[in-house]
């Protein structure tokens, strides 16, 4: 049917991980490790034959099917794995996907009827599950934590539920949550679901400017925040900031009745907290009090579940809406088959639940199959660059899902293992070995195109070289994994989001949106539609169709650049909005980073276009360096030689840039659109920095222009 699959044919081909184990690593290591031949990373043995989708194979014959038939593929898995009080109608699927012939819609299952929070928690429990741990919580603070089973959770979701109906928050309603990852926040999820209620979780590190756009925007019945939480070593008042947010959204005419506040005891007492008696609420004062079961609002499958804005990397926040059904089948199914889940795994996402990740792969997908899912409150790097594998080795965690920003930053900290070879590191750095990981088995990254070289660093001495990772492409847009290794089926290459799930069929197409075909590069589409799919930008949809699907009518247009190589694999490459044309030849910002990433002096990279005369567009490089290495004309010369070496001459960086640190979004994207007025020192038209994660790197960094 596509290239696509004939591109996956000839990788079927290839042999699988079968004999394939390095002698010479397995006799260094003394372990059966995967193998790393011609760029390839095998999967060991053991692990493909554990795994739900062992070989190249099996994949191709699901993946033929989902394409060749989706109707028939996804109501297959809805029907027999989840709960519908009624079946939907005669269509699975009814779409307009061209802006050509209409109206866009994508609507999966309709006429279906079911609850998420039901498919969640009551499924599971009267599957066996009741006693099972459904959340551990781990706090900022070493030695505090918290569990619950699952029906523990159920008990306190349908108390919160029961309190929610009782303010009269009813279905379709709109609940804001401004909470840090405590137990309440994916209790509170979970309980909007349960009543139908539509929940928009603003991450809790977001100004009250941001929280009052967003407030203004959805018009909620409540707000659900908490006084305080502990981040490291800071303490953040965040009913400070929802006041503020309340004031401000007052004056547009927004006005709460209710601020429902959890007293966080371990970061503020509610003695120190400000209150506005009549609109606050203390959580514990009233939740308890409401029983422990409440009946579930059945809805439509394409009834709303929650609405989440974008994390704004490219400008203002997209209100991204998503419904019940197709979400469901889409994040349970992805989260099973991309991350090999069996019911004894231990699942970690270090995601806040403020991203699509904590949406789709912190609380639903994980809660949908049942997992016993780590939540932790806290900086990865408290009290040291160690507390992530303390707190790996404590659950003993066998899925641990993160971001290149986390696996860059403690690499950045304290490393010192020094590479020999792509696989094999000395084992020097003390706050990863000094931790045992075996219960680790499979890792995941999400964010941002992965370096090589951090994903050795993370294959080879977190996952002590016996884990695959699962580098999942996708976006807040499309509610679940697009592009994503099934560990268990191919073998990897460092840095590649390999091929796409179940379903989905992306493209890449040219300048005039036509689909080009075998090694090639240009902007990446996808062709038809996949249940967990956003439905509107909620409020216009004329921004929507714009934004998506007027670019390259027919397709949807993802915004980002990739290129496949000779295997078919797929390399995103960046925003296409970042894409530096030198000399007529277009470059990808992750490539230059990723070479200049693997100079082993070099902790972080970001490179930009600046205005050239002769090239049309120069390369401009802002660099961090590792802990300690200090600045010298000689670094910056072997910094371009490393780019010259990897990519060619036409890609070496025009200016090196020092950079203590980088404009980030609260989730940990580098801001590229920042970085370009810096380059070009356009500093008065730096734009809106109040999303960045720590605004105080901008005046470093013109500090350091132009040394
Ligand atoms: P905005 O759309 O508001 O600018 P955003 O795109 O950063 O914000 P998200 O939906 O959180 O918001 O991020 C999705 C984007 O993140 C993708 O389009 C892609 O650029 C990048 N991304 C996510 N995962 C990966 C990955 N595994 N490899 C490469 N890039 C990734
Ligand atoms: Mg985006």
């Known amino acids: 049917t ?152 159920l008990h306190r979701v349908c108390q919160l539920a029961n309190y929610l109906k009782s303010i009269g928050v009813r279905k379709g309603d709109a609940v804001i949550v401004y909470l840090p990852m405590l137990m309440e926040l994916p209790i509170t999820m979970l309980a909007c679901a349960r009543i139908g209620a539509v929940h928009s979780v603003v991450f809790a590190g977001f100004s009250s400017e941001s929280l009052a756009q967003r407030i203004v925007d959805c018009k909620p019945k409540v707000v659900i925040t908490c006084n305080a939480v502990r981040r490291g070593p800071k303490t953040i008042h965040l009913k400070d900031i929802v006041d503020a947010a309340l004031v401000e959204s007052a004056k547009n005419g927004i006005s709460i009745d209710v601020c429902l506040t959890y007293e966080n005891q371990s970061a503020l007492k509610r003695e120190s907290t400000k209150w506005q008696e009549g609109r606050d609420v203390w959580w514990e004062d009233v939740v308890p009090k409401y029983p422990t079961t409440c009946d579930v609002e059945w809805v439509d499958a394409e009834d709303p579940l929650f609405l989440l804005y974008t994390s704004g990397s490219t400008g203002k926040p997209k209100g991204v809406l998503h419904t019940t059904g197709g979400y469901m089948v889409y994040t349970a199914t992805t989260f099973k088959y991309a991350f090999d889940y069996k019911e004894s795994d231990v699942y970690w996402c270090t995601a806040d639940c403020g991203w699509i990740t904590g949406h789709s792969y912190v609380t639903y997908g994980p809660m949908l199959n049942g997992a016993t899912v780590v939540v932790y409150e806290g900086a990865p790097n408290y009290p040291d660059s160690g507390r992530c594998w303390d707190i790996v080795d404590k659950y003993k965690v066998t899925i641990f899902y993160t971001a290149p920003t986390l696996v860059r930053s403690l690499m950045r900290d304290g490393d010192e293992a020094s590479c020999i070879s792509n696989l094999v590191y000395t084992l020097k750095s003390p706050y990863v070995t000094r931790y045992s990981r075996k219960s ?180 401009y490089a802002f660099v961090t360096l590792v802990e300690g290495v200090p600045y010298s004309e000689e670094l910056r010369k072997s910094l371009i030689l490393i780019v010259r070496n990897q990519i060619g001459a036409f890609a070496a960086p025009d200016k090196i840039h020092w950079a203590p640190g980088l404009p980030k979004t609260r989730s940990g994207k580098i801001m590229r659109r920042i970085l370009r007025k810096i380059a070009s020192r356009q500093l008065d038209e730096l734009g809106d920095i109040s999303t960045l994660a720590e605004p105080g790197v901008v005046d470093q960094l013109i500090a350091l222009a132009d040394s």
């Open 2 to 153: 596509t290239n696509h699959l004939r591109h996956v044919e000839s990788m079927a081909s290839l042999p699988s991980g079968a004999g394939k184990i390095s002698h010479l690593n397995a006799v260094i290591l003394g372990e059966a490790l995967a193998s790393e031949e011609n760029d390839f990373v095998f999967p060991s043995d053991a692990f493909s034959h554990q795994a739900l989708i062992p070989s190249p194979h099996k994949y191709l014959e699901m993946y033929k099917r989902s394409i060749e038939d989706p109707a028939g593929f996804w109501s297959g898995i809805a029907s027999s794995q989840f709960y519908w009080k009624q079946k939907w109608g005669d269509q699975v699927c009814s779409e307009n996907l061209d802006v050509r012939k209409g109206d866009i819609k994508i609507e999966w299952f309709k006429g279906g009827i079911t609850n998420i929070c039901y498919n969640c928690l009551d499924r599971n429990i009267d599957a066996g599950l009741a006693d099972k741990i459904a959340l551990y919580w781990e706090s900022n603070e070493p030695g505090f934590d918290a569990h619950l089973t699952y029906s523990q959770l």
């Open 440 to 619: 680790l088995r499979v890792l995941g990254s999400v964010g941002e195109p992965i370096n090589p070289s951090a994903w050795r660093w993370f294959f080879n001495l977190v996952g002590g070289s016996r884990c695959p990772i699962s580098d999942t492409w996708w976006q807040t847009e499309t509610g679940g994994f697009m592009i994503t290794p099934l560990p268990g089926a191919w073998p990897q290459k460092p840095g590649s989001a390999t091929f796409p799930f179940f379903g989905v069929q992306p493209v890449i197409v040219d300048e005039k949106g036509t689909e080009i075909d075998g090694e090639c590069s240009g902007y990446l589409c996808v062709k038809g539609s996949w249940p967990g799919a956003f439905r509107t930008l909620y409020g216009d949809h004329e921004r929507y169709e714009t934004t998506y699907f007027r670019p390259f009518p027919g397709y949807y247009f993802t915004g980002d650049g990739c290129s496949r190589d000779k295997d078919g694999y797929h390399w995103l490459t960046g925003r296409v909005d970042d894409v530096i044309n030198v000399s007529g030849h277009r470059i990808g910002t992750a490539e230059v980073e990723s070479a200049l990433v693997s100079h082993p002096q070099c902790a972080e990279a970001a490179v930009v276009g600046v205005e050239h005369e002769v090239k049309g567009q120069g390369i």
